[in-house]
Each structure stands twice: as C-alpha cells, then as structure tokens.
C-alpha cells in the first residue's frame, strides 16, 4: 500500500511554469507505475501522464505533450510534474495516483491510489 501527496500547486499567469510534487510512503515506491490525472470544474478526471516503475517512458497525453515533463526520484519516493507554458484551460485539480500495473494506464480504473489533489490555477 502506498499514501500520496501532492503539492506545488497555485496561481500563476498563462505562458508561467510550475512543479508539482507527489510524496510516497512506504518502501515500494518503486514497484508503483505513477500516473498524473486533474480535473476542472464540472467535467470528469482526465488522464495527463504518467511514468514507469523506473523512470523510463514517460507518456503523456497529446494536449500536453511538448509542454509537460513528468519525473520520478525512487530515492526519495517521490514524482514530479513540470508544467511549462502553461494555458488556462489547464486549470484544475491535479492528482497523482499509483497503479501496480505497467503499461499506457490512461483510465482513473487502473490506479488504486490516490493523493488528495492539489489547485492548479492558470489566469489569462
């Protein structure tokens, strides 16, 4: 079992930057496939993208692509998410989540566990 939490998250202006954080307990970080998903308001969670158990392959969903790096430190149990040139309409809540599966993990189903979240505000 793995506990996540994000942070990192605030208000920042289009075309800014941020990184967020997720933190893991436990001593099986590395075993977790870790994934990126957020959700704005009124519409469902939606995939952003994820890393592998090693840190290799990182993928990412096409409206972020380019823009978007996703990073795991095994050492320190943690994942990162850098937003660059970021746009409103990424705007929203953003969550890390871990699944013990490998592969193109695009669906919420396949992660067992989730952080709490963390605001991601992009003004225009």
């Known amino acids: 079992q793995v506990q996540l939490v994000e942070s990192g998250g605030g208000l920042v202006q289009a075309g800014g930057s941020l990184r967020l954080s997720c933190a893991a307990s436990?001593?099986?970080?590395?075993?977790?496939?870790m994934g990126w998903f957020r959700q704005a308001p009124g519409k469902e969670r939606e995939f952003v993208g994820l890393i592998s158990r090693s840190g290799s392959s990182p993928y990412y969903a096409n409206s972020v692509k380019g823009r978007f790096t996703i990073s795991r430190d095994n050492a320190k149990n943690t994942v990162y998410l850098q937003m660059n040139s970021l746009k409103p309409e990424d705007t929203g809540v953003y969550y890390c989540a871990a699944s013990s599966f490998e592969g193109r993990l695009t669906s919420t189903r396949s992660y067992a566990y989730w952080g709490q979240g963390t605001q991601v505000t992009v003004s225009s």
């Open positions: 436990g001593r099986t970080f590395s075993s977790y496939l």
